[in-house]
Structures are given as C-alpha cells and as structure tokens.
C-alpha cells in the first residue's frame, strides 16, 4: 500500500559530497581552461572548444602522483591497517530492493529491514536529489535523512542548490573556468547521477556505512560542462517509528570517502574488489 505525504517526514539538508573525485570539465567555445591540479582531484580532463584564432581543438590530461600513504596489501583489497573489508566483497552484482511504497507519487520508502535495504534507500535518494528542480531536491532532503522533522522543502531545496553550486564553482576554479554561482541553476541547467557501484559495512544493530560509486554529468546551461566519478558516502540507520511507525531506513550523516581504507588512485575504479556493480532499476 502506497505511503502518503501525510506519513512521517524526516529531513535534514546535506550538500554535495566532499572527498576526491575523478572529474572532466568541458568548457563551450570562448571559454578558456588552464590547467591546474587541486589537491583533491586523482586526475583531471579538460577540453576546450576552437576559440577566435584556434586551429585544432586541445586536449589537456593531468594525473596526480600516487598516494605513498595508500599502500596496498598483497590481495588489491587497500591498506591492510585500514578499515575491515566491506559486507559486500563476495557479492558479484548488487541489485536494487524495491521499496514498499512511495511518498508524494515521487519517492520511494519503505525498505526492507536488512542492510540491502538500506543500501537500496540510499540509491534511490541519489536518484531523487538527481535533479536542479527546487522542490524536488527539498522533498528529497525531507523524505531521506533523520533530522529535521520540520523543514520547508522548497528552502531546502534552495540551500542544497546553494551548496551544490560552491561545489561546482571549486571545480571550475581549480581549471581556470567560467562559472557564475550566482546564475545557477540557470533554466537549461542539469545534474545527472548515475550509481555504478556500491560498498556497505555493517556499524552497529541498526546502523550502516554506505558508499555508492557514481557518475555525474553537470552542464551550467551557460556553457560549462562538467564530467566526474565521485564517492558519495552516507552513514544511515534504521528508524523503527518512521512513514508512520512502519519502519525505515534514513540518512544520519555524510561520510568522507576518504575513510573507505581505499589509496587515492584505486577509490574510484569499478575494477577495484571492494566495490560491487549496481544493476540499473
């Protein structure tokens, strides 16, 4: 039975994940890039459009040196004095639980106890803040995460595009690229999130670490495209009395990637056995 947007509403406002990233910025014609390495970024792609003058399109690649504190243990698994292996290292495929209901005709809730449940919560969380439209992201940020019983989702909404715009702004930055936080979202403007691969650890009774393996593609609508792989990370656990005492999963806090146990350079390849591929939904 569906749940209805009169259910129990939790929501606390997290912005864009911190942490390394793979990233590629693409800039239209007139917009100049050069090159720079942020201390964050494992590597960075960056391709500019003929320019008045220009004959040949330029392609720039930059790889950051290898983390000397990411020593790998003898199996590939990471850095054998960092955190236990994953819950899923065994499993080949991961694939999305269905949620027992919806809220608002749009978000899906109501997973199911064990922590692929969970796993599946956060999965469709990223999907639902994959979007610039305010009241989306709003009821997104009310729907998944635990604090906050009280929000307005349309402010909500409001501040995770003011904090996800700072985020796109420092990328910009870090390649000498245009980028007005104040313009965005402007109306042709979009953010696409694609889950690729998961990896969960078991915390406590009722409480998982989750990472999702994801790609992004942004585009400003003035220009400016943006192409990354990022490690977004997300601590939940499960609330008993949630969606009007049935019972759910919602996200307590943001996790840093950097905690995964994984080297800089291997964190964001699929190839890497920590990580699970995720079928689509």
Request: negative net charge.
């Amino acid at each position: 039975m569906p749940f209805e947007a009169t259910g129990t509403r939790a929501g606390h406002l997290f912005g864009p994940p911190a942490g390394t990233r793979h990233s590629g910025i693409t800039a239209g014609t007139g917009r100049g890039l050069a090159p720079a390495l942020g201390p964050v970024l494992a590597g960075l792609v960056l391709v500019t459009g003929c320019g008045p003058g220009a004959s040949d399109d330029v392609q720039t690649v930059l790889t950051a040196p290898a983390d000397p504190s990411g020593a790998e243990s003898p199996d590939g698994a990471g850095d054998p004095e960092g955190p236990p292996p994953p819950d899923n290292l065994d499993l080949a495929v991961f694939e999305p639980l269905e949620s027992g209901g919806t809220m608002q005709e749009l978000y899906p809730v109501g997973f199911s106890r064990e922590a692929e449940g969970g796993v599946s919560m956060v999965l469709a969380y990223l999907r639902a803040i994959s979007t610039n439209d305010t009241v989306e992201l709003g009821g997104a940020v009310a729907v998944y995460h635990a604090s906050g019983q009280e929000i307005d989702p349309e402010s909500a909404g409001t501040e995770f595009l003011t904090e996800r715009a700072t985020d796109i702004s420092e990328e910009a930055r870090s390649a000498s690229a245009e980028f007005d936080p104040r313009t965005y979202p402007s109306p042709g403007s979009t953010h696409d999130i694609t889950p690729i691969g998961v990896m969960w650890r078991t915390a406590g009774a009722s409480t998982v670490e989750v990472y999702v393996l994801a790609e992004e593609r942004i585009e400003d609508g003035l220009g400016l495209e943006l192409e990354r792989t990022v490690v977004h990370g997300q601590a939940i656990e499960w609330n008993p009395v949630a969606r009007v005492r049935s019972g759910d999963w919602l996200v307590t806090e943001e996790l840093d990637p950097s905690d995964l146990g994984l080297p800089d350079d291997q964190r964001h390849s699929l190839d890497h056995p920590y990580w699970t591929p995720v079928t689509a939904p």
